[in-house]
């Protein structure tokens, strides 16, 4: 069960470096794809190719019959497969179709990148700061903040007309080193602290943000509580009224934001899976009935295909519905997949990856309350999965939807499928 007590297995920020090259050689003269347009010399694969461009939208069987004609008619050779899905219409493009939302995670020295900016801007319209707005991060020295990491972010959003999250207002990680003391200390007001970080951090960008995530990975069965609560330092200081403050003053600063409650393993086919889902799902109904201001349930969608029992799409889906139940919006808030544990070339991998994407999506992006899907990063050149899980072979963890040449993968094509097949949302 790689992914139980998964928080343990990062220990504050790891600086991303660049990630390896995989090289990879293209198909020699049998595709070539151009924006919309392609030509197909293949015959077989000619006809397959028309009907995707005449008859939208693709379904997942749609899809993974187009890639087995087109490996069969030896048009794919390389690792990347591009293209399975012939039509590359950008991923938002996709979305906005459906009256759905699509982003990224990013980082501030990325978008300085011009590729990684190209590729951010034509695939995306929405993106989130993967550390920028983490209270360690911002606040290493006390009363000292430093927003210029996601400041830059902000105004890359507001230049290039994308939308934007904050994340995250309260997590039990990555924290500075003086708030646990501070917070344990009886003689000085834990309420207040907490209360002034919030509103300084949604106060600097409000009316800027779609939606917050106000409180991340609140929810471990594992800490023993009978409300499945994680004895977090908050939780410590304050008992479990420090969720209905956060809430509280978050709405105060940011009226116009969505606030999210943000949490992981909603997937997971486990015992510790059912039991995360339960008290996720009787907490937000307790909070909801007092009327505190939560508008959507983020569910984070680190995939672990490797892993058996890593996910169960029909619990995943009764979760949703009952999420959906108590009137929250659900939104995928850090979608990938790690091939950490997955034996095989890479094509192969790479195919077990996008084969999660789509269980995965189609199940989420089925249920009219799903509003967004981000992506945690962009390219495999840039993820922290190859930091925080490893592969065996020390090679990148290839999760994304593009490699780390930027070349599309299978999961790429895998999030255009879904995108193609979800249904138009109400109302959109
Ligand atoms: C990760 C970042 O991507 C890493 O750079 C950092 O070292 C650790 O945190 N769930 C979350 C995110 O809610 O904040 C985490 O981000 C990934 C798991």
Redesign the pocket.
């Known amino acids: 069960m790689a992914t139980e007590g998964r928080a343990d297995a990062?220990h504050g920020?790891?600086e991303?470096g660049p990630g390896e090259t995989v090289k990879t050689a293209r198909p020699a003269g049998k595709c070539f794809a151009d924006g919309k347009s392609f030509l197909v010399t293949v015959s077989g694969i000619f006809l397959y190719a028309l009907s995707m461009t005449t008859s939208p939208p693709l379904s997942r069987r749609r899809f993974l019959a187009g890639s087995a004609a087109m490996a069969l008619a030896g048009c794919v050779s390389t690792p990347n497969r591009d293209p399975d899905v012939v039509d590359m219409t950008p991923l938002k493009e996709r979305a906005q179709r459906k009256g759905l939302i699509i982003g990224a995670e990013v980082s501030a020295p990325l978008l300085t990148d011009p590729m990684f900016a190209a590729t951010l801007t034509r695939d995306f319209e929405m993106v989130v700061p993967?550390?920028a707005l983490k209270w360690g991060p911002l606040e290493r020295r006390k009363k000292a903040p430093d927003f210029h990491n996601a400041d830059a972010i902000a105004d890359f959003a507001t230049n290039h007309g994308m939308m934007m999250r904050g994340?995250?207002l309260l997590w039990h990680d990555?924290n500075p080193k003086w708030l646990p003391k501070h917070l344990a200390d009886p003689r000085k007001d834990a309420a207040k602290l907490i209360r002034y970080h919030i509103q300084t951090v949604a106060g600097r960008y409000r009316g800027r943000m779609h939606s917050w995530d106000v409180v991340?990975?609140a929810i471990e069965p594992k800490d023993g509580r009978p409300d499945g609560l994680r004895n977090s330092l908050f939780l410590k200081a304050l008992g479990p009224d420090y969720l209905a403050l956060a809430f509280e003053a978050a709405a105060e600063a940011d009226p116009g934001a969505r606030l999210v409650f943000?949490e992981?393993g909603c997937e997971w086919g486990w015992d510790i899976g059912r039991q995360r889902r339960y008290a996720t799902l009787r907490l937000l109904e307790n909070l909801l009935s007092k009327g505190v201001p939560i508008h959507a349930l983020g569910i984070?969608g680190?995939l672990d295909p490797g892993s058996e029992g890593s996910m169960d799409t029909r619990a995943l889906g009764q979760f949703c519905d009952e999420a959906a139940d108590l009137g929250l919006a659900l939104q995928v808030t850090?979608l990938d997949a790690r091939d950490t544990s997955l034996r095989g070339s890479i094509e192969t991998r790479d195919r077990l990856v996008a084969d999660a994407y789509a269980r995965f999506l189609d199940v989420v992006l089925a249920r009219p309350a799903t509003e967004a899907v981000l992506t945690?990063g962009v390219t495999d050149r840039h993820t922290?999965l190859t930091g925080h899980f490893p592969r065996p072979d020390g090679g990148i963890v290839r999760g994304l939807p593009y490699d780390a040449d930027y070349r599309r993968k299978p999961a790429w094509y895998a999030l255009a499928a879904a995108l193609d097949a979800a249904p138009l949302r109400p109302g959109k």
């Open positions: 990062w920020p790891i991303r993967g550390n994340h995250t990555m991340n990975e943000n992981y984070q680190h850090e945690w922290w």
